[in-house]
């Protein structure tokens, strides 16, 4: 199946973090919450980490998420991961993939992948392609 939504960021919250090594972008810690309305709706927690300059908007980034809520009407929950780079604005080499046997409710058993889109108004989008067990 296929579902998409819209998603608004929030609630940004760095974590202090030392590095004992210099690279040459800055290593960041942070977590964030997330609320969608579409065919995905519901809420979601964020542990976001990155090697990123903010001035410049290059870097990449790697994201746990903890998903609750519905798709297509199903409730549960469930945990993605997602990754990308950005080089400017633009997103490169992106992952996201819902985490094996993470599943709960309604949800369990969920597979599958997707994809992020933020449009020039600052719009978030997500697509899941997904299937569940046969009941």
């Known amino acids: 199946m296929k579902a998409s939504c819209t998603y608004v960021p929030s609630d940004f919250a760095p974590i202090e973090?030392?590095?004992?090594?210099?690279?040459?972008l800055p290593v960041g810690l942070m977590t964030m919450k997330k609320t969608y309305e579409g065919e995905m709706a519901g809420e979601s927690f964020t542990l976001f980490t990155s090697a990123f300059d903010q001035g410049s908007n290059t870097g990449s980034y790697l994201a746990m998420e903890v998903f609750h809520g519905s798709l297509h009407g199903q409730e549960g929950g469930f945990c993605y991961l997602h990754l990308a780079d950005t080089r400017g604005g633009d997103r490169r080499n992106e992952?996201?993939?819902?985490?094996?046997?993470?599943?709960?409710?309604?949800?369990?058993?969920?597979?599958?992948?997707?994809?992020?889109?933020?449009?020039?108004?600052?719009?978030?989008?997500?697509?899941?392609?997904?299937?569940?067990?046969?009941?």
Not at 17 to 24: A, M
Request: proline letters at 8%; hydrophobic letters at 40%; zero cysteines.
């Open 17 to 24: 973090l030392e590095v004992p090594f210099e690279t040459g």
């Open 95 to 135: 992952v996201l993939r819902i985490v094996p046997f993470s599943g709960t409710g309604a949800l369990a058993g969920i597979e599958g992948t997707g994809q992020m889109v933020i449009e020039p108004d600052w719009t978030h989008r997500l697509t899941l392609e997904y299937t569940l067990p046969k009941a």
